[in-house]
């Protein structure tokens, strides 16, 4: 299973952005993880094909996740961004078995 992300970027603090994951065949779970320099990789988001959703404290009530499941996509909509959530975010699906697949990665930079 191949993940391919897209969006990120530079933004100032307050601003938005929006993150896409297209996977090469269903996922019942996809979501993200994202890791600060010098941090460890942190749980962000995850979406279930039936459209629950859970987040991390951090990011709850500025970030949405949603998905098409007929394409295969998932997207995080990152509103009232902070310098904090700077980091490479990594999009994720759960394969079974204890096993996830990761996408490449996309930076996002929140400057001050």
């Known amino acids: 299973v191949q993940l391919v992300e897209s969006g990120g970027g530079l933004v100032q603090a307050g601003g938005s952005l929006r993150l896409s994951c297209a996977a090469s065949?269903?996922?019942?779970?996809m979501g993200w993880y994202r890791q600060a320099p010098g941090k460890q990789r942190e749980f962000v988001a995850r979406i279930l094909s039936g459209g629950t959703t859970n987040y991390a404290a951090s990011v709850k009530g500025r970030f949405t996740a949603s998905r098409d499941n007929a394409k295969n996509t998932i997207d995080l909509q990152m509103n009232s961004l902070k310098p904090d959530d700077t980091a490479v975010y990594y999009c994720?699906?759960?394969?079974?078995?204890?096993?996830?697949?990761w996408g490449q990665g996309t930076q996002v930079t929140v400057s001050s």
């Open positions: 994720y699906g759960d394969i079974g078995v204890g096993s996830n697949t």
């Open positions: 065949r269903s996922l019942v779970v």
